[in-house]
């Protein structure tokens, strides 16, 4: 069991920071030896809300290199640069930094944050407990401290930590946002939602529990109630981005195009970047131009879309799957790049897996390299047909039993009222839980029932 840290006593610090900022008061803010971890995380924040102030970190970023001397060591450098990542969502790039860096508060810190987005849980607790322990009183580090602890199993230590500190947070949403976050884990929704609910009695702006409310309502089938809740927080500064983007899905699902566009341009409007706002724009902009037919251009937006997904989301024996990890193969895209001979040079690949992988690559009309060409998206046109996925809405709108499923799966699906694969995909995994004689084996023939037409579960943002 987790042992439960108890803070210092003393205010609760919420997140504070003047939007209009100048450059050189961040540039000097970014380049003192020893940062506020308050400062560094509503810069972040605040970049959610100005493109400006991104580009400024952006400028800052670039030329950092010939300001290392402002900093005591090489390690020290790195670290900074690892958090000025991280403030531009490079979470990838700031893992690589961070790692090599010092060990400071704000190294370790900043670290944890970036291994609680990306799943590494039990990383993010051991530094998360160390930053909440030099920092019990900054709202944002309490509550990725708490979700640390819920995600590494920790859930009844993390109520017993709320109770003990409720009286430091005493009228803030921090405590029954988090309380809410422990019951949807322990799957008693109602109590998450009151929980949300709570929260929103005392900040009704409070987007953290606005969204979870959103999402267990989308989840629950009630979208109307979801979409309200999504407009809300759209109109907050500074703008919640995983709840635009839900909300997008939401009205591309209602074939709401010109709705779906406006909340990809409002992610791109403070993040141009991002990889899911800039795709989905342009499946919504080819979809409203024309309902899937057989164009070039949509050819072009669904081929770029299927090269983008990780392969984590297609399913792979569990050989296949390490060997292409290993060789930091992540997405379809990268996996159409390499020859068979360069996958059979690895050990412990063999035929049967290559085969495994063809095959995967055959269902969506792709193939692997060959050495006598570079691979493009132009030159995969050439030859993609995308044989399982011809029209989406098609697809969505198939009645889910002219295919045959096993006798446990089609009656799961009959008693939760699923009659159409549009039914299925906008299902969660948490959805099937508690459902009699329903185990890993019924919900992985779903996944690849939903994975050979293009689809997949509903995931948790």
Same mark, same amino acid.
């Given at each position: 069991? &987790?042992?439960?840290?108890? !803070?210092?006593? %003393? ?62 060591? =090489? ?77 590494? %199993? ?24 988090? =309380? ?27 987007? !953290? ?99 983008? =997904? ?16 290993? =060789? ?88 939760? &009222? ?15 839980? %508690? ?27």
């Amino acid at each position: 069991m &987790k042992t439960i840290t108890k !803070p210092v006593k %003393g205010g609760h610090r919420f997140a504070t920071f003047t939007a209009g900022m100048k450059k050189d008061n961040i540039e000097i803010l970014l380049s003192k030896e020893n940062l506020d971890l308050e400062d560094v995380i509503n810069i972040r924040k605040q970049m959610l809300s100005s493109i400006k102030i991104r580009r400024e970190v952006e400028k800052i970023l670039a030329g950092f290199d010939t300001a290392k001397t402002r900093f005591s060591s =090489q390690a020290k450098v790195i670290s900074r640069k690892g958090v000025l990542y991280w403030m531009l969502d490079d979470v990838k790039m700031a893992i690589s930094c961070l790692e090599q860096g010092s060990e400071t508060e704000e190294n370790n810190c900043i670290l944890g944050l970036c291994y609680l987005e990306t799943g590494r849980n039990e990383e993010a607790y051991k530094l998360l407990e160390k930053a909440y322990k030099l920092s019990p009183d900054v709202s944002y580090i309490f509550s990725a401290y708490v979700e640390s602890l819920i995600k590494t %199993g920790g859930i009844e230590p993390a109520l017993l930590l709320l109770r003990k500190v409720k009286n430091e947070f005493k009228g803030e949403p921090i405590i029954p946002y988090c =309380q809410g976050l422990c019951y949807e884990e322990l799957r008693e929704y109602e109590k998450s939602l009151d929980e949300y609910n709570k929260a929103l009695s005392l900040d009704p702006e409070y987007a !953290p529990a606005i969204f979870r409310l959103a999402y267990r309502y989308d989840l629950m089938g009630k979208e109307d109630e979801a979409v309200e809740l999504y407009e809300k927080i759209r109109g907050i500064k500074p703008p919640y981005i995983n709840a635009l983007i839900n909300l997008g899905l939401i009205y591309e699902d209602r074939c709401d195009y010109q709705k779906a566009i406006e909340c990809y341009e409002t992610v791109l409007s403070i993040h141009p970047e991002h990889p899911r706002a800039r795709l989905y724009k342009e499946d919504s902009t080819a979809s409203q131009v024309m309902y899937y037919d057989d164009s070039l251009k949509r050819k072009e937006a669904e081929l770029k879309r299927l090269l983008s =997904q990780p392969l984590s989301e297609f399913q792979l024996p569990t050989r296949a799957r390490n060997c292409l990890e290993e =060789q930091k193969i992540n997405t379809i895209g990268e996996l159409v790049r390499k020859t068979e001979s360069e996958l059979l040079s690895r050990e412990n690949l063999g035929t049967k897996t290559l085969k495994d992988i063809k095959d995967l690559l055959a269902r969506r009309g792709l193939a692997l390299s060959t050495e006598q060409k570079p691979v493009t998206v132009e030159s995969l046109l050439k030859s993609y047909t995308s044989p399982e996925v011809p029209k989406v809405m098609d697809i969505l709108n198939k009645p889910i039993f002219e295919i045959d499923w096993s006798a446990r799966v089609r009656a799961s699906l009959t008693k939760m &009222k699923v009659y159409t694969f549009g039914d299925l995909a906008n299902k969660a995994e948490d959805d099937f839980q %508690g459902l009699p004689n329903f185990g890993q084996t019924s919900l992985n023939e779903i996944k690849q029932r939903l994975s050979q037409h293009g689809l997949s579960l509903k995931a948790a943002e």
